[in-house]
């Protein structure tokens, strides 16, 4: 059987196919009517099937009665019972704002709606704010200064015409992946397209553009500035539309008449010729198109570096047309349609401001309520700010994981740790968050829940259910419902019972729908049968356009009139700022971070499939192999690496992608997977003064090599994957016993577990007796070898002549020779021989595999680079090897090897 559904993962938004035999999902397709995707999928969306198992989920809810305790399985009516009179007491005794909402661009458009309505609706708080916060405001805030209204007015269509593109911020080879086959399509078809990348790392998408401006991070509006310098001086602008359609010109054109190219080049570190070149590619293109996204949006002038770089469409006119326009790519899957409904601390229903009076009336009026509260709710960073100095007792968190995602952890950790009451409403059993959570509720997720959600494009999907959710677990939508209603008479709101009467997932979709009547989204030309007749959506998608027989609109703006109050776009001056925090003697390194092309964020679904740690197996840290140098440090040591916040130990990682002087760590590891809080605990919380974003991209840290001689491998063959995670989560508690230790899965038809871990001595006999127990290396079965006057010992299990179980300890260079032997399930004589002898070092003959590039097809970095030495071409790599046949994610990297084969 197959169910049509969208991916969960990233905003591009991809159609997917669920196979499932009416109890278990068996596969995933891409949806080839979809009109995001056309049937491809990337890497993390054609293995989500394999995310789909009871064995990983909560399943049922779960409360702690007493502080300190461990929370135990409790009833759903005793659930929903507590937690409103918690929330209750609280709202009775302070006040609506002492509550608050913590919510995610990953919950579906119905499920946003209902919560956003409880708190500024029923509740009578404004405290409501969501993980877009750290992710889309700075676009949102960008859009509204600028174009007046949050609306991307551009659609995926636009690639096929751009003469140039302008990528700034982003890396879509591994965060929008299918979004970057379809530019790619686009380059082949028209051969001349220019692709620029404003980036300060070398990355994948960066390498495949004709030009790569890697500049200093935080430096954006100098180059956007500087390249409307040149397109004035060189009379690129388009004086007429400038004239008809904008207003605020003048300021701006004085503002950059001192930002001239050599000015820009000295603050950005980029060649002069560099940025002429890319202003006059933009200015000479009849079609210019710009995608921004998080290198842009997290920092204290995101929204500035966001009007900047729209202020280049604007000037040349290249907006509203095909083939231009400033396009951000959504990070999540519907954060779109978390600002459709308002889901803000700061906004209001279909685009309305919470500002406006008018605004907050029309809402009321639409909800049967009195009023909705106008001061504005906190935002993500000051909410919890506001949890840890106690003005906000019960917090209710849903989709999101902020243990582990937001800046300034400890202090976050600090803020759930004492705050009174932690709802947490979660898909999966264990992420860091669930640590702090006094009451868990299960929730449906992927492929059993149905609702809608809108992608990067507005193109509203109607989302279907393949399964019912396992166990006891309820969609989102529901347990808000349930949770209002019992609230209601709580609170002195009776009305609640009638507010949220829903009876089923398509009257919150209705109720939307007629929300935004007359509004910029004005969808009132759409409902779930429309969606499933015509397909997907884009908005606007009025009643009159239906009754005409039109589809939603592609493009925006085509009129020339913008939704500001003159029906003109506006130029922003921008502040020139650099980052918050600078680099100084005692933090002289940039560290920026963002994501890998096989993980999503804190890894309760992608961490879970083997095969996903294959592109990169354990957090590190990627530095300039100069800068190492220059510390005495190699490539694959640790390092101490810490911040004006908080340290960590890390593998240092040579990579020529980032420059001197600057980092990169991959946001994704967390406690789950290493000793230390994650990545996070190094990252501050200044934000910009207009969106409240976060300054996620830019901290400044040190490093020091790590002084941890003893170190160990712990590897163990599962019976099956879920068997793996199970191994796995038995060892988080240990991580933290260790100086250094990371976790993670290996293999594809095996999976293995794999624990590294280094300290400063060897560890007590008593841990290593209790490790081995626990992976089955204690028994007789085992081999074991060791040698204490160098201190190595070595310990492995073979059934049926494969390893299936090892632990390495004093020496580990075998490591990766053996792990392949395990998950590939080759036996070998020559482990035997090695297992017994004094050697560390694997055998000559063992030439690895190495990093698994392609993940569909299973081809390795050595495998492509031998047949890259022996003449191939990306046809030939093809041909021989498969990679880059399936899904298409590793074509970006094979074409980079291709041109420089060592990486
Ligand atoms: N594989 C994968 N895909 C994802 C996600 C995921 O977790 N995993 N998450 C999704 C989500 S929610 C989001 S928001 C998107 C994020 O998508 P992207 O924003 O494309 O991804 P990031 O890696 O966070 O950051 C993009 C780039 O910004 C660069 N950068 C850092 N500082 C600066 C600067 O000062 N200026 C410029 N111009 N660039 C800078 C970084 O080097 C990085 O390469 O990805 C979505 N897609
Ligand atoms: N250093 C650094 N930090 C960052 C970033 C960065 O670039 N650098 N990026 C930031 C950005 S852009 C983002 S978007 C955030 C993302 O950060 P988070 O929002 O914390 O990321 P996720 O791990 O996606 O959290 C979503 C949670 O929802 C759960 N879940 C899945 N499906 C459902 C469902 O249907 N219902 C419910 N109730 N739960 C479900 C998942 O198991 C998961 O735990 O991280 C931010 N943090
Ligand atoms: S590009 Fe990949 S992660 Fe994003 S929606 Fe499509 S399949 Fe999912
Ligand atoms: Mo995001």
Redesign the pocket.
């Known amino acids: 059987m197959q169910t049509r559904a969208t991916c969960?993962y990233c905003g591009v938004g991809c159609g997917v196919l669920i196979e499932h035999d009416g109890e278990r999902i068996t596969g995933v397709r891409g949806d080839p009517a979809h009109p995001a995707n056309f049937g491809r999928l990337c890497t993390k969306g054609s293995t989500l099937h394999l995310t789909a198992r009871p064995q990983t989920r909560l399943l049922y809810p779960e409360l702690r009665r007493t502080r300190g305790e461990p929370r135990q399985r409790v009833g759903w009516d005793e659930a929903i019972a507590t937690a409103a009179n918690r929330f209750a007491e609280v709202i009775n005794t302070h006040g609506p704002d002492a509550v608050a909402f913590y919510i995610?661009?990953?919950?579906?458009t119905e499920?946003y709606y209902v919560f956003n309505k409880a708190m500024k609706g029923l509740i009578g708080s404004n405290n409501v704010d969501?993980?877009?916060r750290?992710?889309?405001s700075s676009a949102v805030a960008a859009y509204k200064q600028t174009l007046g209204a949050d609306a991307p007015p551009c659609a995926y269509e636009d690639f096929d015409h751009a003469d140039c593109i302008l990528i700034a911020g982003a890396n879509p080879a591994y965060a929008h992946p299918v979004a970057f086959r379809r530019i790619e399509d686009a380059r082949k078809a028209r051969p001349h397209m220019k692709l620029i990348v404003v980036d300060p790392r070398r990355t994948d998408t960066a390498a495949s553009a004709d030009l790569h401006l890697a500049i200093l991070p935080g430096t954006d509006i100098w180059l956007y500035n500087a390249m409307l310098h040149v397109l004035l001086r060189e009379g690129l602008v388009d004086a007429a539309f400038i004239a008809a359609h904008t207003e605020g010109f003048d300021a701006l054109r004085t503002h950059v008449d001192t930002i001239t190219p050599a000015v820009a080049a000295g603050a950005c570190g980029v060649a002069e010729a560099d940025i002429v070149t890319a202003a006059r590619w933009w200015g000479q293109s009849p079609a210019a198109l710009s995608l921004w996204c998080?290198g842009l949006?997290?920092s204290t002038h995101g929204t500035h570096n966001g009007a900047a770089l729209i202020a280049l469409s604007l000037a040349t006119g290249k907006i509203g047309k095909p083939g231009c326009g400033p396009f951000s790519l959504t990070?999540?899957p519907n954060?779109m349609g978390g600002r459709e409904v308002g889901g803000l601390a700061n906004l209001l229903s279909a685009h309305r401001d919470l500002a406006n009076p008018a605004h907050r009336e029309e809402v009321a009026r639409l909800w049967g309520v009195d009023s909705v509260p106008a001061t504005p709710g906190l935002t993500a960073v000051e909410l919890f700010q506001a949890v840890r100095e106690g003005r906000i007792k019960a917090l209710w968190i849903?989709?999101?994981?902020?243990?582990?995602?937001?800046?300034e952890l400890e202090r976050v950790r600090e803020a759930l740790q004492c705050c009174d009451f932690v709802v947490?409403?979660?898909?999966?059993r264990s992420?860091e968050?669930a640590a702090f959570a006094d009451l868990m509720?299960p929730?449906?997720?992927?492929g059993?829940?149905e609702g809608t959600v809108t992608n990067s494009e507005r193109r509203v999907s109607h989302v279907r259910r393949a399964l019912p959710p396992p166990a006891e677990a309820r969609?989102?939508w529901r347990?808000v419902c349930d949770f209002a209603r019992a609230l209601g008479p709580l609170i002195g709101k009776p009305h609640a019972a009638h507010m949220f009467a829903y009876d089923g997932v398509e009257a919150i979709f209705a109720e939307h729908v007629a929300s935004t009547a007359g509004r910029d989204l004005d969808i009132t030309g759409l409902d779930y049968a429309l969606l499933d007749s015509a397909g997907p959506q884009q908005w606007p998608l009025t009643a009159a356009m239906r009754a005409a027989g039109e589809v939603g609109r592609g493009r925006l703006y085509a009129d020339g009139h913008f939704p500001t109050a003159s029906g003109r776009a506006r130029f922003v001056v921008p502040v020139q700022a650099s980052t918050a925090e600078q680099v100084d003697a005692r933090y002289p390194l940039h560290l920026?971070?963002?994501?890998l092309r096989d993980q999503?964020?804190?890894?309760?679904?992608t961490g879970k499939v083997a095969r996903l740690y294959s592109h990169v197996d354990e957090a590190r840290i990627d530095l300039n192999p100069a800068d190492l140098q220059a510390y005495g440090v190699h490539s694959g040591e640790l390092l101490r690496v810490s911040s004006r916040r908080g340290e960590l130990v890390l593998r240092a990682h040579a990579s020529e992608e980032v420059g001197r002087g600057q980092a990169f760590?991959a946001?994704?590891w967390g406690r789950n997977v290493l000793d230390s809080g994650g990545?996070?605990v190094?990252?501050g919380g200044d934000v910009d003064p207009f969106s409240r974003q976060?300054e996620?991209?830019h901290s400044a840290i040190a490093i020091e090599r790590a002084e941890l001689p003893w170190q160990m491998l712990l590897m163990r063959v599962e019976r099956d994957e879920c068997a793996a995670i199970e191994q796995a989560e038995s060892l988080v508690p240990w991580l933290e016993r260790f100086a250094y230790a990371s976790l993670a899965l290996a293999g594809r038809d095996t999976a293995a577990v794999v624990m590294r871990v280094a300290h400063d001595q060897p560890i007590p006999p008593a841990w290593l007796a209790e490790l081995d127990a626990l992976l089955g290396l204690d028994d007789d079965c085992v081999l074991s070898f060791e040698d204490r006057r160098r201190g190595i010992s070595k310990r492995a299990r073979i059934e049926n002549e494969c390893l299936v179980g090892v632990r390495l300890a004093g020496d580990t260079v075998a490591g990766a020779w053996l792990r392949e032997l395990m998950v590939e399930a080759q036996s070998t004589a020559e482990l035997r021989r090695w297992l017994l002898a004094p050697l560390s070092v694997p055998p000559a003959a063992a030439a690895g595999r190495g990093r698994i590039v392609c993940n569909c097809l299973n081809v390795s970095e050595n495998e492509i680079a031998a047949a890259i030495g022996a003449g191939a071409d990306l046809d030939a790599l093809q041909a021989k090897l498969g990679c880059g046949t399936s899904c298409g994610s590793c074509v970006p990297e094979i074409r980079r090897m291709l041109t420089a084969p060592v990486r």
Do not use: Y
Not at 401 to 407: D, F, G, I, L
Not at 592 to 595: A, D, E, K, L, Q
Not at 600 to 605: D, E
């Open positions: 969960p995610s661009g990953q919950l579906l499920d969501t993980n877009s750290l992710c889309m998080q949006n997290q990070g999540q954060a849903a989709c999101t994981n902020p243990a582990q995602s937001m800046p947490l409403q979660e898909a999966f992420t968050t509720l929730a449906a997720t992927w059993e829940k969609p989102d347990i920026t971070t963002g994501r999503w964020h804190g890894m309760s679904r760590v946001m994704h990545i996070n190094l990252v976060p996620l991209k």
